[in-house]
């Protein structure tokens, strides 16, 4: 029973494993994936350096925008960084709403009327 529970309290996202390490639990692994924040309502223009690898932030959380800091571990288990590395050297806009279907690139989806009507998270 208290295994039950332990696979309860984990089970939502990609936590479908039992948390002592056991077996994977198809049924709880069905859950979909934590949604990521908005964290802009527009890009993040940025240079980049080709052949340098960088960790664009997918959760929204990240205090780093449009780069990742870690916040996913704990705001966004089960998200993580988008790792890519530029073919060329030069400026770039990076997605900052997270709604991107060419991440980690804006392809204007920013200007979707439910992306700008969401409210932006808090900052600290
Ligand atoms: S900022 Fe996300 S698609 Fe433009």
Redesign the pocket.
Known sequence: MLRLAALLRFGSGRRCRDPSGGARVPSLCSAPPPQPVIA?????PVELQAGKSYGWCSCGHSKRQPFCDGAHKKEAPGLAPLRFTPARDGPA????????R?PP???????RPE?QAAPLPPRA
Do not use: I, M, N, Q
């Open positions: 802009a309502k527009e890009p993040f806009l990076l997605c900052g709403c997270k709604r991107t060419s690139y804006c392809d204007g989806s920013h200007k992306v």
